[in-house]
C-alpha cells in the first residue's frame, strides 16, 4: 500500500522532501516507487518550466518590431 501512495504522492506534490525518505526503504518495491515519485515530480517541474517559457515567447511576441501601421499606409499614399 505504501508504494501506491508514493507513486501518487509523486502525481500530486511538488516538493521532492515529501517522499525523499522513502528512497532507501528497505522494501524494495517501496523504494522504486519512490523514484518513480521522484521521476513524476521532476516531470511536472520541467512541463511548468516550459509551459512558463512558452507563455512568456507568447507574451512578448511582437515587441521587438513595433510597427506603426499608420506610418505605413502615409507612406503608401505618399509613393501615389
Known amino acids: 500500500m ?3 501512495i508514493l507513486v501518487t504522492m509523486g502525481m500530486l506534490v511538488h516538493d ?3 517522499v525523499l525518505p ?3 526503504d528497505s522494501d ?3 523504494a522504486e516507487s519512490c523514484e518513480i515519485a521522484l521521476g513524476l515530480i521532476d516531470v511536472k517541474q520541467r512541463v511548468a ?3 512558463e517559457s512558452k ?3 507568447h507574451d ?3 515587441e521587438e518590431e513595433n510597427y506603426n501601421y499608420e506610418e505605413c499606409y502615409d507612406d ?3 509613393q501615389e
Request: avoid cysteine; charge should be negative; proline fraction near 0%.
Open 2 to 4: 505504501r508504494h501506491e
Open 16 to 18: 521532492r522532501e515529501l
Open 22 to 24: 522513502f528512497k532507501d
Open 28 to 30: 524494495l518495491v517501496v
Open 49 to 51: 518550466l516550459l509551459a
Open 55 to 57: 507563455s512568456d515567447e
Open 60 to 62: 512578448n511576441y511582437g
Open 76 to 78: 503608401e499614399e505618399e
